[in-house]
């Protein structure tokens, strides 16, 4: 048994020395957004579509950021209300009205949901399709939550980055909540796993197949929109962000229907996520870092982040039962052997597993502290992130559980199966 621990606790060792070193440095959490040195000579057209679905609490701190951004161009928000009973987009209108700024929101009432769709999809589609109408349609769409508040610069920054680099798709993880206990405990380590699976830099380079994006904030060229074939194309995902950004970065202009769409985008490719570099280049995205744009939403209690990640992580591994299964081992190798080989080393007086087992954990505290930086946090809570990883892979282990139960993803309200 004691060289089972100890083979197992160096394992656990040498992966985190290869994560450290050759994925993409995820861990240093640098890819950040900022204000560039010269101004663009002509800001272009933006529509910023907002879906909302009974937001009455947080509407209006989000959409007054919106129509207070320091934008030198032709701005304009359209809210999408989809089927809210709780007076969203009355208290939109107020919000507009309090400002002064009526002409440059427009309310949309989503028509019912049709099948095949997802509802925050089918809001953004009305919104795009809303966009279309217009003489001139807009040279940038920003789809963005209903629940985040912008900094004042935040789309001025976000065109210069996708103006002045040429980019097809600019996205940033917002700073998610972080006041409660649960919040401390899980929301960075959501943050740090994210870019563990989709290491920014490698999101980021155009002749790397691995793309992601954030669906709390993408900047996309109306272009670029046009080329994948609209948002139909991926009118079922749950992960909608990612697949937006896997369609944008990968799919070709011949490319333009569903079925290509799967062929080319869907599906978990170990190669891709493991080597994903080639010799071809991609239409280049950006996914990025940012302090002062944040989410409102609350995850006050243990329940509700559970939700949130048992919502979409089966179905991030394809729903498939072997994906499962490794990423579970993956994750009790990973994070669970450096307690479980210090206790061991301790317990059994054995100064080898526990040199190992102590050098496993300096490595996860060096990995998670730019991240804890990043949301304010003492470097102590690093220590939880054996357990943290315990309560990630159980979520994944009852999102798998709740599909073969028929009972899908659900998100206010609805359920996707």
């Not at 207070?68 to 208290?91: C, E, K, M, R």
């Not at 589609?125 to 963005?144: C, H, N």
């Not at 959501?190 to 999101?203: A, E, G, I, T």
Request: glycine content about 6%; some cysteine; charged content about 15%.
């Amino acid at each position: 048994m004691e060289n089972i621990i100890l083979v197992l606790t160096l394992l656990s060792l040498i992966i985190w020395i290869v994560l450290l070193m050759f994925r993409g440095r995820f861990w240093q959490a640098d890819q950040r957004l900022s204000e560039i040195q010269e101004p663009l000579l002509n800001y272009p057209s933006i529509a910023i579509i907002v879906p909302a679905r009974n937001e009455a609490e947080l509407i209006e701190i989000s959409l007054r950021s919106l129509l207070n951004q320091n934008y030198p161009g032709s701005f304009s928000i359209i809210l999408v209300d989809d089927q809210s009973h709780d007076g969203t987009a009355h208290i939109a209108e107020k919000t507009a009205q309090k400002l002064n700024q009526t002409d440059q929101l427009k309310i949309i009432t989503s028509q019912p949901l049709p099948a095949g769709w997802t509802g925050k999809l089918w809001a953004m589609e009305q919104g795009v399709k809303s966009t279309q109408q217009l003489i001139k349609p807009p040279d940038y769409i920003l789809f963005t939550d209903a629940d985040i508040e912008h900094s004042p610069n935040n789309l001025k920054q976000l065109v210069e980055k996708a103006e002045t680099e040429q980019l097809q798709l600019v996205s940033l993880m917002v700073l998610l909540r972080c006041q409660s206990f649960w919040e401390k405990l899980l929301i960075p380590a959501f943050v740090f796993f994210f870019q563990k699976l989709y290491p920014f830099r490698w999101v980021n380079h155009p002749q790397s197949q691995l793309a992601a994006a954030a669906g709390g904030c993408i900047l996309i060229r109306q272009e670029a929109l046009t080329r994948i074939g609209g948002l139909q194309i991926l009118k079922q995902a749950l992960i909608d962000d990612c697949s937006l950004a896997q369609a944008v970065k990968l799919i070709p202009p011949t490319y333009l229907d569903e079925e290509d769409f799967s062929s080319i985008t869907q599906g978990f490719s170990m190669k891709r996520f493991i080597f994903p570099f080639t010799s071809k280049s991609y239409y280049p995205i950006w996914l990025g870092l940012t302090e002062t744009t944040h989410s409102l939403r609350p995850y006050s209690s243990l329940s509700s982040i559970w939700d949130m990640v048992a919502r979409t992580a089966f179905s991030q591994l394809n729903f498939s039962i072997i994906l499962l299964g490794l990423t579970l081992m993956g994750m009790i190798l990973i994070y669970l052997m450096f307690p479980v080989g210090l206790i061991w080393g301790i317990l059994h007086e054995n100064g080898l597993i526990i040199l190992v087992a102590t050098l496993t954990g300096l490595l996860m505290e060096i990995a998670y502290y730019p991240t804890l930086k990043l949301y304010r946090l003492s470097p102590v809570w690093g220590l939880t992130l054996p357990l943290i990883g315990f309560l990630y892979a159980l979520m994944t282990l009852d999102s798998a559980l709740r599909y073969w139960q028929g009972k899908g993803g659900s998100w206010k309200g609805r359920t996707y199966v």
